[in-house]
């Protein structure tokens, strides 16, 4: 009887420990969002700083390197570390709800809902008719008409 229960112990915690998806409260908000995260290194022009996005860099051929997206590149992740000097690795975060991120509404208002575009600056921006080319990193969480920072959900 005691290997009995133990083995179902074993099975419910290994069960609850690859898990997936999301929770919500009673109010339907998120709770938890499942993340994943890459290491990358910095190969932009300048520091790279939290929330914004950004693309492989391809011309690096490393497999690693990160740059701001060019017009028609495939944004990557959003930058987690404060501060990711050149040349330095941080932390990147590739899936789920990023709370910060960058948003710079001169290119396009936010609409919660929406696609979150990633700009050649690192922001984010939302667009109704994006040019040929620019791939989404996401969806917006939230709407916004101003510059700052914005809930995101990456896909």
């Not at 929770?23 to 969002?33: E, P």
């Not at 790279?48 to 690096?60: F, H, K, M």
């Not at 396009?108 to 700009?119: F, K, S, T």
Request: proline fraction near 2%.
């Amino acid at each position: 009887m005691k290997m009995l229960i133990s083995l179902f112990f074993a099975l419910v915690v290994s069960a609850s420990a690859f898990a997936v998806g999301g929770s919500y409260d009673a109010t339907g908000a998120v709770k938890s969002q499942n993340k994943e995260f890459v290491a990358v290194v910095n190969s932009a022009p300048a520091t790279l700083t939290v929330g914004e996005a950004v693309c492989a860099d391809l011309t690096a051929d490393d497999g690693i390197a990160v740059d701001y997206c060019t017009a028609t590149g495939l944004p990557l992740g959003i930058v987690v570390d404060e501060s990711c000097a050149v040349g330095a690795r941080c932390k990147l975060q590739t899936k789920g709800v990023f709370e910060t991120a960058v948003l710079d509404v001169t290119q396009g208002n936010a609409v919660a809902g929406d696609l979150a575009y990633a700009h050649t600056d690192g922001s984010l921006f939302g667009d109704t008719t994006p040019a040929d080319g620019i791939t989404a990193i996401g969806a917006f969480l939230d709407s916004a008409s101003a510059s700052g920072t914005i809930q995101v959900l990456i896909k």
